[in-house]
């Protein structure tokens, strides 16, 4: 029987993030952010996240060629926690001097991580925007007069887990405030992390078709400029503008684990023989993937690294989804070991 593990993480952006679109283009700024075709609501790629967690994990075991597109340096990949995670293909050489190719399927499903609460200036203060339909997708209740909320604010108006008299400004957008506000019940995961209860009680509720207005509008942009070498000053032509999801934003991101191979090489070295970091233990494709996930802390994610963007960190502890119990002899699985 085959196993599926679901984890949402909670993350929160420590610096602007930027995750480009790979070129210019004709709009607001000439270095754009990846986004949703059908909302236009920024996001941070699944394959951002899937090649930064890889490479952080294999920086971890001491074996940085595993996080490269091909892994003929890695020795014995079955055995390495990274390649059996994330996948591998290896080429080797028979004694016939033909060339055979060994490749595996990874084992874990990381998706792209949506934005769930943006922040945004007004005349409160600091505020999180969000909508009904993101809170329940993440788990979060939404209750109003002890009700849990079935619908979403009127066009123009907005829900608030604070008191204010008065209409309340977005950024350039007012819009106005129902009196009865509204209570957050947090998944208990998240609930004793001090970064979400500094948040839950400034979250402002608004409708979806208004949310990638109030998002887009509230983006951080920047302006750099290639410097001459011989001058030190700015390069004449060189100036550029670019976006980035805002720091303190909260996002949701799911990772699948679908351990179709079950003979993870459970260890508690690395592979020159040192403890890893925090005297971990990997006996999951899971701990690999949070070792790593950790490690965005530090060292981001996306562009613009050296110039202070990219940092993620995980808000509380990943909420854990039911094992599915699948039925291996159904069909046979598409991650299988291929011989060419």
């Known amino acids: 029987m085959a196993t599926y593990k679901l984890r949402r993480y909670l993350l929160m952006t420590l610096d ?3 995750v480009g679109t790979g070129g210019y283009r004709l709009g607001r700024v000439d270095n754009s952010i990846v986004r949703e075709p059908g909302t236009r609501v920024p996001k941070i790629p699944g394959s951002a996240l899937h090649g930064a967690i890889r490479s952080h994990a294999a920086q971890l075991y001491e074996t940085p060629e595993a996080a490269g597109q091909s892994q003929d340096k890695v020795n014995e990949p079955d055995k390495n926690p990274v390649c059996y995670t994330f996948g591998y293909i290896k080429k080797t050489r028979e004694e016939a001097g033909e060339e055979k190719t060994r490749a595996y399927s990874g084992v874990v ?3 792209d991580a949506h934005i769930l609460l943006l922040p945004v200036y007004s005349m409160a203060g600091p505020v999180w925007v969000t909508t009904l339909g993101r809170l329940k997708d993440a788990g979060v209740v939404v209750k109003k007069d002890n009700n849990a909320i079935k619908k979403e ?3 123009g108006e907005a829900l ?3 008191r204010r008299e008065g209409p309340l400004n977005l950024g350039w957008l007012m819009v106005d405030v129902e009196q009865n506000g509204i209570s957050i019940e947090s998944p208990e995961e998240w609930e004793d992390d001090s970064r979400w209860q500094e948040v839950k009680d400034w ?14 509008s509230n983006l951080e942009v920047r302006t750099s400029v290639a410097i ?3 001058t030190g000053a700015a390069e004449d032509g060189a100036l550029f503008t670019y976006e980035a999801i805002p720091r303190a934003t909260f996002l949701t991101m799911d990772v699948v684990l679908d351990d179709y191979r079950k ?3 459970t260890l508690e070295k690395t592979s020159k023989g040192n403890g890893l970091p925090g005297g971990q233990r990997w ?5 690999v993937v949070k070792a790593g996930l950790n490690m965005i802390e530090w060292l981001g994610v996306g562009g613009m690294g050296t110039r202070g963007f990219g940092r993620l960190a995980v808000v509380g502890t990943p909420q854990e989804g039911n094992e599915i119990p699948g039925n291996e002899e159904e069909s046979p699985s598409p991650n299988q070991e291929t011989d060419q």
């Open 16 to 18: 602007p993030v930027h």
């Open 109 to 111: 499903n990381i998706f």
């Open 153 to 155: 604010p009127a066009y």
């Open 160 to 162: 608030l887990s604070f």
């Open 203 to 216: 979250i402002v509720l608004v409708r979806e078709s208004l949310f990638s207005h109030i998002v887009n």
């Open 228 to 230: 001459n070498p011989e």
């Open 263 to 265: 003979n993870f090489p």
């Open 283 to 287: 006996s999951d494709p899971l701990d």
